[in-house]
C-alpha cells in the first residue's frame, strides 16, 4: 500500500478546502502524496490531477445528461488507479452526484472512503442514506444541524467546524482600488451555465443605475470563468478581478453573489449582499419538487430566517435586482440589521480549524499518526 490520499473535488469551493486539508495532512505527515480530481487550489498543493475542475462543474439535471458518459469513464478510471495504487484513503469532497457513485464503484477495494461535506441529504433525497452508511467509513460536515441529523441516522459523523472560518482568519487581504463612493462586488458564479443565466442581468443593473455613484468589480474563481465574463461586450467596462474574491467581498459595500459557498463567505466576512439563482426551468422545477427548504441559501438556512434576500429565477430581474440593491446600498440601517444576523451566525459556526481536526482524524484512524 502507499502512503498516497486521493482527494475527489469536483468544484471550486471544494477544491479550496481540499487544499487546506492537504496542507493539514502534509503537516501531520510530510511522507505523503496526493492525486485526485481539483482545481488551481489543489494543483498548487503539488496534487496530481487527473481531472481539472473546468470540465468537472456542471450543475441541473439537464446540464449533466450531456456528459454523462465523460462522468461514467471518469468513475471507471479512478476504481481501476485505486486497485493499482492502493491509497491509504480516499476523501469525497462535496460534489455528490459524482462522488456517490464513485464509492458505490469502489465499495469492494479495501481503501477506507472519508467523506468531508457530505450530501445534503437533510434538505432531499434522503433515502441515499443507505449509501452513506453501506460505503463511506466517516462524514466530516460543515454545519451544527448537520451533525444532529446524521448521528440519528446512526453515522460516525464528526463536526470539525466550518472551513471558511479557517479560511477567512487566514486572509491576507489585499487593497482593491475602486473609483467611485459606492463599492459593489458582482459574483457571477463559478460554473460555465452560472454565468451564462446570472452575468446578463448583473451586467443590465449596471447600467440600470448609472444615476449613483457606484463603481463594480466582478470577481471571477479562475483564468477559465474569467475567460467567460470577459466575452460579453458590457463586462469590458467594468474591472475584473481574478481568484481573489474575498479581498474584492471584503472591501465592496454591498455585494451581489450567485447562490453557493460565496454567500456564507460574505457573511463571515460581514458583508451585505443579495443572493440571485436562475437556472433551467426543468431543473428549476424539479428542484421546487424535491427540495425540502424554504431558503436555498446558506446563510438563512443555518439561521433558518430570511437574514438576506434571495432573487431566485423569474424573481431575478434586472429590475428587481435594481430595487434590492438601492435599498442595501443607500439605506445604512438595512446593512446594519444584515450584521447582526451575521454575528449569529458567526457564533453557530464557532472558530475551529477543520483542515488540522480532519487531517488528525483520518491519519489516526488508518494509525499513521
Not at 242 to 262: E, F, H, Q, R, Y
Not at 288 to 296: G, N, P, S, T, V
Amino acid at each position: 500500500m502507499s502512503k498516497s490520499i486521493l482527494l475527489v473535488a469536483g468544484e471550486v469551493s471544494g477544491d479550496m478546502h481540499g487544499a487546506d486539508l492537504v496542507k493539514a495532512l502534509r503537516s501531520q505527515d510530510e511522507n505523503l502524496s496526493f492525486l485526485g480530481l481539483g482545481g488551481d487550489a489543489l494543483h498548487r498543493q503539488d496534487v496530481k490531477l487527473l481531472e481539472h475542475t473546468n470540465q468537472l462543474s456542471v450543475m441541473g439535471f439537464s446540464e449533466v445528461i450531456f456528459k454523462i458518459f465523460f462522468f461514467k469513464k471518469l468513475i471507471r478510471r479512478i476504481k481501476k488507479i485505486v486497485n493499482e495504487e492502493q491509497p491509504i484513503a480516499v476523501i469525497l469532497i462535496d460534489y455528490p452526484g459524482f462522488n456517490l457513485r464513485l464509492a458505490k464503484k469502489l465499495n469492494k477495494s479495501s481503501v477506507p472512503i472519508y467523506y468531508y461535506i457530505p450530501p445534503k441529504l437533510w434538505a432531499w433525497k434522503k433515502n441515499r442514506i443507505k449509501y452513506l452508511r453501506k460505503y463511506i467509513k466517516k462524514l466530516f460536515v460543515i454545519f451544527p444541524f448537520e451533525y444532529d441529523f446524521y448521528k440519528k441516522q446512526n453515522l460516525n459523523v464528526e463536526y470539525a467546524g466550518n472551513p471558511l472560518v479557517q479560511q477567512i482568519s487566514n486572509l491576507e487581504e489585499k487593497e482593491i482600488i475602486w473609483k467611485a463612493e459606492y463599492k459593489v462586488a458582482l459574483l457571477p458564479g463559478s460554473r460555465l451555465q452560472e454565468i451564462k443565466k446570472i452575468l446578463p442581468i448583473m451586467l443590465d443593473v449596471t447600467e440600470k443605475l448609472i444615476k449613483h455613484n457606484i463603481s463594480y468589480i466582478i470577481a471571477a474563481p479562475n483564468k477559465h470563468i474569467a475567460n467567460e465574463i470577459s466575452k460579453y461586450p458590457q463586462a469590458k467596462d467594468l474591472r475584473l478581478i481574478i481568484d481573489d474574491t474575498l479581498s474584492v467581498v471584503k472591501n465592496a459595500d454591498v455585494a451581489v453573489i450567485t447562490s453557493g459557498t460565496a454567500t456564507l463567505e460574505a457573511a463571515l466576512l460581514d458583508t451585505p449582499h443579495l443572493l440571485v439563482y436562475r437556472t433551467s426551468r426543468i431543473t428549476f422545477w424539479l428542484a421546487k419538487k424535491f427540495l425540502k427548504l424554504k431558503y436555498i441559501g446558506l446563510v438563512n438556512i443555518i439561521l433558518q430566517k430570511s437574514a438576506c434576500i434571495e432573487l431566485i429565477q423569474n424573481q431575478f430581474t434586472s429590475e428587481n435586482l435594481s430595487k434590492e440593491l438601492e435599498k442595501l446600498l443607500l439605506h445604512k440601517e438595512n446593512k446594519e440589521k444584515m450584521s447582526v444576523e451575521f454575528r449569529k451566525l458567526r457564533e453557530l459556526l464557532g472558530s475551529q480549524l477543520s483542515s488540522d481536526i480532519i487531517a488528525k482524524s483520518i491519519l489516526e484512524s488508518n494509525h499513521l499518526n
